[in-house]
């Protein structure tokens, strides 16, 4: 059932993974069912039933089977669900499932596929439980002697078995928390899972908010920490504004000082630079919508996703704010419906007055993305459920909405916002997040490849990832002349990238470069229009995903204002760092330099601050192991504490629009 399990998911995907952690994995499963098989084999020999006692041979056969039979059913519904994790909870279920739990959760039980593969698998447990009682049962003597050579032969069985499990649920506990380490068993993992869900976090468990001198220096030198904090040691992440110089492009001819440009953010699911031909030379004809776009829009250069999955990305993204190590901590005051003070793009432009829409293809309540984005300056946030209400007949795909019709839904959002502007001069904000290159790929089934990559040998699994690819680019070419011929080129800002970049798994690892160093962490396209401003062709700054929001913000001048946003404008001060610093939740840590990358699972760098190892190979590293350990507690204990920005600062829901509306330009 792992093995199957693995197949399905691609879970042992990770970036230190070795061909051995399988082997680890299958040895493991083997020593529990040994153990089981021996328990009760060794129950049936030493209280096998007597003839003349009726009572106590039925009490005996339910004791052989009761607990063998009920680990083993639990190991089966814990596989069960591991298989089923996708359409159970739109997430990683082995590791992450429970932090991301919302009430919609249940719904994704009756799904025919998630049914299926329970019931499938449940079914081979049943299997497996009855062949461990008939053969536990049917190797017994009728009556057993004590003392005899099968009774010491089954204590020794016994001993041994139950002490190899012993150890392997000992290793298991005491893993680290990868979400795919091989050695986690599905049992404990949920266990420990379900029990970290449910505990509120002690920030004194976590570490403390106050950072000492020397490390705070060390953090502001390389772009962890800003310098220009308000005088808050109870808020340290509060900054005064965003301090940024004046943008050193021009303003485009004939446009008014005072321009407002309506503004849409595209996020491309999972899109890497390297599936991009004009941006990496690999694979033509795939994208060539984007490619083309690169001629027409300012391409940013290094510019790096440095936080995934998508939940954790929008955070990093839309809130300039490295998510914390328990997901559960994006939202800690929501079971109160009070907002969570923290500051996104959102919240600040709908201060400024803007109309703010959010619209994705898959389920609102997917991970919680509604109610973090409601609590966060969303007007609406809009998914599958309302797609269905006005287009029940378009197609979908297994995660929601196909791409195309997503594109056309939009359209229809941009047309009525714009009706509203033309009545109110309130300009919008529009975010949309795609879906079809979401992982293991959701094209529609007439999907073609291009006939320049159709011809070549690949696996079913690539094939149908570089599918997805191209039919979200003929969306995205689709988008593009909808936005950027005039009219609305003329006020519309569009920023079109990724919410993070594709994970290396094994069904499609073979589309990435050969000399790729890392698993999720990659460069991703950021692409620019900007009706403003004279921007260059071509713009290179390291830089990564918490720098996108105060990029924007830059752009349109919004840069005053309390904000507990950690990033800094590509067009600005970012320029100034040369690092870039990123996490995945508790899973791995991320540092890059133009010489050198790394993506250490983060139990790992805190075995190298035990050990004195650097993180980095280079001789002038940014951090030490253990201060980069520091800097994540850190972080952790400002979530689990509530003290990332203060509440009176906080413009979130609920929270009207306090400048008066320009007149529409």
């Not at 002690?202 to 390389?222: I, Q, Y």
């Not at 599958?384 to 939009?410: A, C, F, K, M």
Request: charged share 20%.
């Amino acid at each position: 059932m792992r093995l199957a399990g693995w197949l399905a998911r691609d879970a042992f995907a990770r970036t230190d993974f070795k061909p051995s952690g399988i082997v680890d994995g299958l040895a493991s499963d083997a020593i529990l069912v040994l153990a089981l098989f021996a328990l009760s084999r060794t129950l049936r020999l030493r209280f096998g039933p007597r003839e003349d006692d009726r009572l106590f041979r039925r009490s005996t056969r339910a004791l052989v089977g009761s607990l063998p039979a009920g680990v083993a059913m639990g190991s089966a519904l814990a596989r069960a669900m591991d298989l089923a994790h996708c359409r159970l909870a739109r997430s990683h279920w082995t590791a992450e499932a429970f932090l991301y739990l919302d009430p919609g959760f249940a719904a994704h039980l009756a799904e025919p596929a998630a049914l299926q593969l329970i019931a499938a698998t449940i079914g081979l447990g049943a299997l497996f439980v009855v062949a461990l009682r008939r053969d536990a049962l049917a190797m017994a003597p009728p009556e057993p002697v004590p003392g005899d050579s099968a009774a010491r032969w089954s204590n020794l069985a016994l001993a041994v078995t139950m002490g190899a499990a012993a150890w392997t649920l000992v290793d298991g506990v005491r893993s680290p928390p990868h979400v795919y380490a091989t050695r986690l068993i599905p049992e404990v993992n949920f266990a420990r899972q379900w029990f970290a869900w449910r505990a509120d976090a002690d920030p004194a468990e976590l570490g403390s908010v106050h950072l000492s001198r020397v490390l705070r220096t060390r953090l502001e030198r390389v772009g962890l920490v800003a310098g220009d904090v308000a005088e808050r040691p109870d808020h340290p992440l509060l900054r005064s504004r965003l301090d940024e110089p004046p943008l050193d492009h021009p303003m485009r001819p004939g446009v008014a000082a005072d321009a407002r440009p309506n503004v849409v953010l595209t996020f491309v699911e999972s899109l890497n630079r390297t599936f991009v031909h004009a941006l990496s030379g690999r694979y033509p004809g795939l994208m060539p919508e984007t490619s083309t776009l690169t001629d027409r829009m300012t391409v940013v250069e290094d510019y790096y996703n440095t936080s995934s999955p998508t939940i954790l990305a929008l955070v990093a993204t839309l809130c300039s704010l490295h998510p914390p190590s328990r997901p559960r901590e994006l939202r800690p005051a929501e079971r109160d419906d009070q907002p969570t003070p923290y500051s996104c793009l959102s919240d600040h432009l709908r201060q400024a007055g803007y109309r703010t829409v959010f619209v994705g293809a898959a389920p609102r309540h997917a991970t919680g993305k509604d109610r973090l984005l409601r609590m966060h300056g969303f007007d609406e946030v809009l998914g599958q459920e309302d797609i269905r209400i006005t287009h029940p007949s378009w197609p979908e795909g297994s995660w929601g909405v196909y791409d195309d019709r997503l594109v056309d839904y939009v359209e229809e959002q941009l047309t009525r916002l714009e009706a509203l502007r033309a009545r109110d001069g309130r300009p919008y904000l529009l975010v949309m997040l795609t879906l079809d290159a979401h992982h293991p790929g959701m094209a529609p089934p007439d999907a073609r490849l291009p006939s320049a990559l159709d011809g070549l040998d690949w696996t079913p699994g690539a094939r149908r990832m570089l599918a997805a690819y191209h039919t979200t680019d003929a969306a995205i070419g689709k988008l593009a002349r909808r936005l950027l011929n005039p009219p609305r080129g003329d006020r519309t800002l569009w920023v079109l990238t990724a919410d993070h970049a594709q994970a290396m798994v094994p069904r499609s690892d073979r589309l990435f470069p050969e000399d790729e160093p890392g698993w999720t962490f990659d460069r991703v396209p950021l692409l620019l229009h900007d009706p403003v401003h004279a921007l260059p062709a071509r713009l290179s700054v390291l830089s990564g995903s918490t720098e996108l929001a105060p990029t924007i913000l830059h752009l349109l001048g919004l840069t005053k204002g309390p904000t507990s946003m950690t990033g800094r404008s590509i067009f600005g001060s970012r320029r100034d760092y040369p690092w870039n610093f990123g996490r995945a939740g508790e899973r791995l840590a991320y540092m890059q330099s133009r010489e050198e990358r790394q993506e250490p699972p983060i139990g790992d760098v805190r075995e190298m601050c035990a050990n004195g190892i650097s993180v980095f190979n280079i001789a002038k590293a940014p951090l030490t192991s253990c201060e980069l350990i520091q800097w994540m507690d850190w972080q952790d204990a400002l979530w689990a504490s509530h003290t990332l920005l203060p509440i009176e600062a906080f413009h979130g829901a609920g929270t009207p629009a306090t400048r008066a509306p320009p007149p529409p330009h």
